[in-house]
C-alpha cells in the first residue's frame, strides 16, 4: 500500500498547545493519522526540547555546539530578517525533531490579549484543541472547555497536565520523570539496601499520548454521531499506575508490598537470570535459564567449564541459591564473547537470550525493524533528509499512517509556516501579518 494513500484524519484540524514529550506525543500520533495539526509556540517561551539532544545520534548538545545544515539548506528564520536571535540548535534538537514530525509550525505570543484573540480564530477553524499545560493555566486565560465553547460549539478539547483537572494536586506542574515516580513505577532497581534507581527512560512521557489519543478518535466518533463536542481530561501520570497493575493487584489481594528484584526473574523460577557483560565497550547480553533443558544446552555453549558440573549448580533450586556465584562465572564467560554472536549460538541452542540494544543498534544494526520499515526517511527544512521513527507502529492496510503526515515532513521549524496558517487558513493579509510581527504578537 503507497504511503500517499488517504489518510484517516485528513480534513481533522487541532490547534496545539502542547510540549515537551507527553502532550506533544498524541499530536503527533493524530498527525500520523493525517490530522492538520499547527503547533503554537512563542520563542521567548519555546519547547524547551528545542534545545535538548541534538540531532546526531548519541552525539548530545554538551559535545556538539551546533548540529550543521545539511548540504544545500539554509537556515529557516523566524519571522522576519532583524527578528530575535534564535540558538543555532533550535531547529534541529533530535529530541524535538523525533516527536514533532508531520506538523505545521507557527508563532503566537499567549501572553498578550492579541494572541489570545488570534488564537481564539483559530479555534474557530479547528475540530480539536489540545494543551500540556499545569490545569490551571488555560482558565486563566478563558480558554477553558467553556470558553472554548463559546467559540466553537462541538470543540473537543484534550487536557493533558500532569494530575488532571481535579484534585488537590491539580495545580502541580508535572514533567515525564515527576510522573514516572508519582504512578509508583520508580520503586525499581537492585533489592535492599540499595536504594530505587528507577529506568533511565520515563514510561510516563511515551505511554500517555496513546491513551489521549485513543480518547480523541473517540470523541471525533461520537461528535460525527450527535455533533457534540466534549472534554477530555488525561492525567499523565495515571496510565503508569495501569502498568503498575502487578504490584496493585498482588497488594490490595494478598497484602504483599512489592519488592525490587533488580535483573532476577520475579516471578517465575530462573537461574542464571540477567544482564552479563560481552566484549567491547558496554556491551552487554540477556540470559534466561527457566529449566533443566536451558541448562545443559547453556553448558554446552559455555564448552562444558568445569564449574559447571559443581553440586551447587546441580539443580534450579541449587543454582537460585548460589546464583550470586554463577552470575560471576557466566559473566567471566560472557565478557569473552561477541555480543550478537552469542546471541544467535544461545537462541540457536534453545536458551532465551536477547542482546542489550542501544538506539543506535536499534537504528544502524537491527534487521527486523528494517524489514518492517520502522524508521521513514523524511526530509527537513535545515536538517536535510533523516530517519524518523514511525510513532504510530499499526500497519493499517487501507489507510496507512505515515509519520510525515500531511506535510510529507520532519518537525517545523519556528514559526516556518506562519504565512500559511495566517494568512491561508485565518485570512490575515501580508500587511496584517507584519503588523502583528512588529507588535511582537505573532
Keep these: 500500500m503507497s504511503e500517499l494513500a488517504p489518510l484517516p484524519l485528513k480534513g481533522v484540524r487541532i490547534a496545539d498547545l502542547t510540549w515537551a514529550l507527553a502532550s506533544a506525543g ?25 534545545l535538548a539532544e541534538t540531532a546526531g545520534v548519541g552525539i548530545s548538545s554538551r559535545e556538539l555546539k551546533r548540529t550543521p545544515l545539511a548540504p544545500g539548506k539554509k537556515e529557516v528564520p523566524y519571522q522576519k530578517e532583524n527578528g530575535p536571535a534564535l540558538p543555532a540548535m533550535a531547529n ?12 505545521y509550525g507557527v508563532t503566537l505570543n499567549m501572553a498578550l490579549p492579541e494572541g489570545r484573540e488570534i488564537f481564539k480564530r483559530l479555534v474557530r477553524t479547528s475540530d480539536i484543541v489540545m494543551d500540556g499545560f499545569k490545569a490551571p493555566v488555560m482558565g486563566k486565560w478563558g480558554l477553558d472547555y467553556e470558553g472554548l465553547r463559546a ?43 540499595h536504594e530505587p534507581t528507577s529506568w533511565s527512560h520515563s514510561y510516563m512521557d511515551t505511554t500517555p499520548p496513546f491513551y489521549s489519543a485513543l ?20 492525567a499523565q501520570y495515571e496510565p503508569g499506575l495501569l502498568i503498575g497493575g502487578t504490584g496493585l493487584l498482588d497488594f490490595s489481594a494478598n497484602g504483599r508490598r512489592t519488592s525490587r528484584v533488580g535483573n532476577r526473574s520475579p516471578h517465575l523460577p530462573a537461574s542464571p537470570h540477567g544482564i552479563y557483560r560481552c566484549e567491547g565497550d558496554d556491551a552487554w547480553i540477556a540470559i534466561a535459564v527457566f529449566d533443566e533443558r536451558e541448562w545443559l544446552a547453556l553448558c554446552r555453549c559455555m564448552g562444558e567449564p568445569a564449574w559447571s ?40 541452542a534453545g536458551v532465551p537470550a536477547g542482546v542489550v540494544q542501544s538506539p543506535q543498534d536499534k ?30 507502529t499499526a500497519k493499517l492496510s487501507q489507510t496507512p499512517a505515515h509519520p510525515g503526515g500531511l506535510t510529507h515532513r520532519g518537525a517545523p521549524c519556528l514559526g516556518e509556516d506562519n504565512e500559511y496558517v495566517y494568512e491561508r487558513i485565518l485570512g490575515m493579509t501580508p500587511a496584517e501579518r507584519k503588523a502583528y510581527e512588529d507588535r511582537g504578537v505573532i
Design 215 to 234: 480518547a480523541a478518535i473517540g470523541a471525533l466518533h461520537y461528535r460525527n454521531r450527535t455533533g457534540k463536542g466534549q472534554y477530555i481530561d488525561q
Design 26 to 50: 498524541t499530536s503527533t500520533l493524530l498527525a500520523s493519522l493525517g490530522a492538520e495539526v499547527i503547533r503554537i509556540e512563542w520563542p521567548e517561551r519555546m519547547d524547551f526540547t528545542r
Design 92 to 103: 534541529r534538537s533530535g529530541v524535538f525533531n523525533d516527536r514533532n514530525p508531520g506538523k
Design 363 to 392: 537504528v544502524t544494526v537491527d534487521p527486523h525493524l528494517k524489514v518492517r520499515d520502522f524508521f521513514v526517511h523524511l526530509d527537513h527544512s535545515e536538517l536535510g533528509t533523516r530517519p524518523f521513527t514511525r510513532h504510530l
Design 151 to 193: 467559540e466553537k460549539d462541538d470543540i473537543i478539547y484534550i487536557q493533558m497536565s500532569g494530575y488532571g483537572n481535579t484534585g488537590r494536586y491539580r495545580s502541580y506542574g508535572s514533567l515525564g520523570p515527576t510522573a514516572h515516580a508519582f504512578s509508583g513505577l520508580g520503586f525499581q532497581g537492585l533489592p535492599d539496601p
Design 309 to 348: 558440573k559443581e553440586a551447587r549448580f546441580s539443580t534450579l533450586e541449587s543454582r537460585i541459591r548460589n546464583q550470586e556465584a554463577l552470575d560471576a562465572l557466566v559473566g567471566e564467560w560472557s565478557a569473552t564473547q561477541e555480543r550478537y554472536a552469542l546471541m544467535y549460538a544461545l537462541q540457536e
